[in-house]
T-cell receptor, first 110, second 111 residues
């Protein structure tokens, strides 16, 4: 069965330090991977998706099919990056559901 | 700008009550979803709908039902609320298997 795993429930990083939020998935087909973010008192929203290959708010994520990973990275953390981050997977060419990981809370220390 | 609205931000109900959570989207999206969000458990899909009058069970449909009589509106119904249904409920919509747009959430407390 398809699954998205985020091994860290909480990640604390000092401001200015690099950030890496881990995401691993299990899926035999061709998945589309996403990162969603929820800032305090705001609604959940898309941060980035692997097919767009964009850098959003300094974040990037590369799909590694060999390691079945889609880690989210930022070279220099900022305080406004503190939020809940969810990795998610969509099964392309099947239905339109998205499977979410359990989330990682990123806490940026001053 | 896509707008997904939910009828209530906070709701307090008693055990055994029938509860209706309403969700409306204004972007003519075919797909609509109901999730519950719990600390440590992430987002769990309750029900989703691909079209009017169509519904599909998600991962945790027990104790819930849904209704989609119009394309823009997707309702979640708790037939007989129980304390273990205390949670944050999120509605979302999408055009396809890509980005989902979320509402602000309804925090439901069942006492």
């Amino acid at each position: 069965a398809q699954r998205v795993t985020q091994p860290e429930k909480l990640l604390s990083v000092f401001k200015g330090a690099p950030v890496e939020l881990k995401c691993n998935y299990s899926y035999s087909g061709s998945p589309e991977l996403f990162w969603y973010v929820q800032y305090s008192r705001q609604r959940l929203q898309l941060l980035l998706r692997h097919i767009s290959r964009e850098s959003i708010k300094g974040f990037t994520a590369d799909l590694n099919k060999g390691e079945t990973s889609f880690h989210l990275k930022k070279p220099f953390a900022q305080e406004e990056d503190s939020a809940m981050y969810y990795c998610a997977l969509s099964e392309m060419n099947r239905d339109d559901k998205i499977i979410f990981g359990k989330g990682t809370r990123l806490h940026i220390l001053p | 700008d896509v707008k997904v609205t939910q009828s209530s931000r906070y709701l307090v109900k008693r055990t055994g009550e029938k509860v209706f959570l309403e969700c409306v989207q204004d972007m003519d999206h075919e797909n609509m979803f109901w999730y519950r969000q719990d600390p440590g458990l992430g987002l769990r899909l309750i029900y989703f709908s691909y079209d009017v009058k169509m519904k599909e069970k998600g991962d945790i449909p027990e104790g819930y039902s849904v209704s989609r009589e119009k394309k823009e509106r997707f309702s979640l119904i708790l037939e007989s609320a129980s304390t273990n249904q205390t949670s944050m409920y999120l509605c979302a919509s999408s055009r396809d298997a890509g980005e989902q747009y979320f509402g602000p959430g309804t925090r439901l407390t069942v006492t």
